[in-house]
């Protein structure tokens, strides 16, 4: 597949800012029209699941699009997951249906363009990794699959769900690099959040991670053996409120 170079992603966020009206152009259509310049990788999409997301789009819930978007995109190396010519260039394939921009209904006419333009440097363009992780139209299905499948201690489509009416557990949970890049440690907040999740709330969430990523950058608790790492984890638990 191609994808766009460098200077080309930079010529498309430059359009946009001026108003430009590219989405629903395929990439073909879009080097095409404004001469911009692509390179070829050694990579596919899985056409059925392009099918699968195309038909209902964002009308499917969290967990489902999760895992069409990983079925879709499939599994890449780390270097291409990063790079963010790959993910907007998959902004004008079939997965672009999942980056439609909102119209901003109830928004002042003056101030729908700003909002736009905010819109798109948060769902198109992200500025560093981490944002790619929690607010890439596409590539946060993508992460957080990929996040969920390197723990062992609940089956992907199970954790999956847990995203599907707790939005903000799945933010918190890709949003700190401490956390986001320890495995073990998110099985097992998965675990202890699935037993309690009577008790869930957003405050209660929000100081959760807000003490484990304190935690971690001063305790290697990732090394704990499984039964101390548990305790420890459940313990910061039952204390967030």
């Known amino acids: ?3 766009l170079r460098f200077d080309s992603v930079q010529q498309i966020a430059d359009l946009l800012a001026k108003g430009k009206v590219l989405h629903g152009l395929s990439l073909g259509e879009l ?3 404004y001469e911009l310049e692509t390179l070829e990788i050694s990579h596919e999409l899985d056409k059925d699941a392009l099918r699968g997301i195309k038909l209902k789009g964002l009308e499917r819930s969290y967990s489902e ?3 069409l978007v990983r079925k879709a995109v499939g599994e890449i190396d780390v270097a291409l997951a990063k790079d963010a010519r790959f993910w907007v260039s998959l902004v004008f394939s079939d997965l672009g249906i999942l980056a439609t921009i909102p119209n901003f209904e109830g928004t002042e006419e003056s101030k729908r363009g700003e909002q736009r333009i905010r819109w798109l440097r948060t769902h198109w363009f992200p500025s560093t990794h981490r944002n790619f992780l929690r607010d890439h139209a596409i590539a946060q299905y993508w992460w957080t699959y990929e996040l969920l499948s390197r723990q062992q201690d609940m089956p992907v489509s199970e954790a999956l769900k847990l995203f599907d009416n707790q ?3 799945r933010t918190q949970l890709v949003d700190r690099t401490a956390i986001n890049g320890n495995s073990r440690v998110i099985g097992k907040t998965l675990q202890i959040v699935s037993s309690d ?3 869930y709330n957003r405050n209660k969430v929000r100081s959760y991670f807000s003490e484990l990523n304190f935690q971690l950058g001063r305790r290697e608790l990732e090394i704990l053996p499984d039964e101390v790492l548990v ?3 459940q313990e910061l638990w039952d204390l967030a409120k």
């Open 1 to 3: 597949m191609r994808i």
């Open 31 to 33: 080097v095409q029209k």
């Open 65 to 67: 699009l999760s895992e």
């Open 167 to 169: 939005q903000d557990f």
């Open 197 to 199: 999740i009577n008790n």
């Open 231 to 233: 305790k420890a984890l």
